[in-house]
């Protein structure tokens, strides 16, 4: 058997986890090709490909990004994309086609499944966590512990000169990396778009850390939580053709709002693709890892328009619908364990 692999959406420590579990597995255990396609979605619509072999696939665990490279190219808006993936499919002679992605690239999967009979099983990635149907995506630990290291950082700062440090952080709709990079860098105050607060909360806590003789505080907000203060926000057009909101830049208008309420001298810090970047934890790499050896055993059991997932400790898969029809927001029992360190 033929299968293909793809990795779409933004990057994430672990694909490379992912491809190199899928060719080794593939080939070891069920004496099967694997046929790397290139950025995205665009990959098979065009028809670019990259053979995959033990040797192009060896010493990669341990690599951000992806050897793939990525695109958040949407076959359904390409000209005859669904049918182009299918000739694609054809002419390298492949099964089966494991997408490695985020919500969107499993969006993509399953209607191609649904709507085009495409053989296709997922992976899912994402920093952000956010995906429903499973407890952890891969890449989500990485971005954590970059969080944590960034806050302990700032601490050093904060603490010498007694300022208020406000930390933006990704995590898009939800608050996960917020919340758990928060709590991990001991934050003083947690902003996430799951729980809505309006600014003299956090002034309040602000002041009452000062008031006990704590005089600096650190802030993490989510890029996808809103001031009460804030316009809605805006649309931009990323030339793909895909609409994506611009959900940065709430760390800039929270420093200056609590400067000016505080009278305290207040800075933003906006980590960024910090976040996304550089070598996958151990946890990444091992899930990463797992995920891809399951997604081929799905491959080889016909069990297509899979997802897999991670119920508990254990790699499960589901039909890849459960984990596209809505977000997966922030655990708010989590977020009552932050509040105990707020103020
Ligand atoms: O989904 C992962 C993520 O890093 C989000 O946290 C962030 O909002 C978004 O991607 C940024 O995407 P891009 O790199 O395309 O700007």
């Known amino acids: 058997m033929r299968i293909g692999i793809l990795t779409g959406g933004g990057d994430c420590p ?4 992912v491809i190199r579990a899928v060719v080794r597995h593939s080939v070891k255990n069920y004496s099967s090709e694997v046929v790397g396609y290139l950025e995205g979605w665009r990959g098979p619509v065009e028809n670019l490909v990259m053979p995959l072999t033990l040797r192009t696939t060896d010493s990669i665990i341990n690599k951000g990004g992806t050897i793939l490279r990525t695109s958040k190219c949407n076959p359904f808006k390409m000209e005859r994309g669904p049918e182009r993936i299918h000739e694609s499919m054809e002419k390298n002679n492949l099964t089966a086609l494991i997408a490695v992605g985020g919500d969107e690239t499993c ?114 907000v989510a890029e996808g939580a809103r001031l009460d203060t804030d316009e809605p926000r805006p649309v931009s057009d990323n030339g793909s053709g895909d609409r994506a909101e611009i959900v940065s830049g709430v760390g800039e208008r929270l420093a200056k709002l609590i400067g000016e309420k505080t009278g305290y001298e207040t800075r933003a810090t906006t980590l960024g693709h910090i976040q996304r970047g550089g070598s996958p934890t151990a946890f990444d790499r091992v899930l990463a890892t797992r995920f891809g050896v399951h997604a081929v055993d799905l491959v080889h059991q016909n069990k297509f328009g899979r997802m897999v997932a991670l119920r508990g400790n254990e790699v499960i898969d589901v039909p890849v619908e459960d984990a596209v029809d809505k977000l997966k927001t922030l655990d708010l029992e989590l977020y009552k364990v932050a509040e105990v360190f707020f103020g």
């Not at 990079?181 to 602000?206: C, K, S, T, W, Y």
């Open 107 to 220: 969006n993509i999967a399953n209607r191609m499944h649904k709507e085009h009979n495409l053989n296709v099983v997922c992976v899912p990635k994402t920093i952000d966590n956010d995906l429903n149907a499973t407890d952890f995506t891969f890449g989500f630990d990485t971005a954590v512990n970059v969080v944590a290291e960034a806050i302990d950082r700032l601490h050093t700062t904060a603490e010498s000169h007694n300022r208020v440090l406000v930390c933006e952080v990704m995590g898009r709709y939800a608050g996960w990396i917020a919340c758990w990079g928060g709590i991990a860098g001991g934050a003083d105050f947690i902003l996430v778009p799951e729980r809505p607060v309006v600014i003299n909360q956090v002034v309040e806590a602000i002041k009452k850390c000062h008031a006990r003789g704590r005089d600096y505080s650190i802030v993490v």
């Open 14 to 17: 672990g694909l490379n986890a």
